[in-house]
């Protein structure tokens, strides 16, 4: 199984924002087939320096990864991250 993890720092940090982003990253459940589980959580210590957002996806394969990557639901909320993304981080692996 592939885990990604994507930490995402938003540009304007309000709660509602971060919300607002949290609900467009879960709205892609269940509308990618290879997507075998997917969770959005809010930092609860936020700080100048931490990230806003932890996306953790699960995937059957890198092949499927790829695959989410390339699908219509997941360009559609990446055009949205881009938009309010401040700066990235990820850590991708295989369990």
């Known amino acids: 199984?592939?885990?990604n993890n994507l930490l995402l720092k938003?540009?304007?940090r309000d709660t509602e924002?971060?919300?607002k982003t949290q609900e467009a990253l879960l709205g892609m459940?269940?509308?990618i087939e290879v997507l075998?589980?997917?969770q959005a959580e809010l930092n609860i210590?936020?700080?100048q320096t931490a990230c806003d957002i932890?996306?953790?996806t699960r995937f059957a394969s890198m092949e499927d990864m790829n695959a989410y990557l390339a699908h219509p639901a997941h360009?559609?909320?990446a055009k949205f991250i881009g938009n309010v993304l401040d700066t990235q981080a990820s850590v991708c692996y295989e369990i």
Request: aromatic share 0%.
């Open 10 to 12: 938003l540009k304007n």
């Open 17 to 19: 924002n971060i919300k």
């Open 29 to 31: 459940k269940g509308k």
């Open 75 to 77: 360009l559609e909320v």
């Open 1 to 3: 199984m592939i885990v």
């Open 36 to 38: 075998l589980d997917i």
């Open 45 to 47: 210590r936020p700080s």
């Open 54 to 56: 932890i996306l953790i």
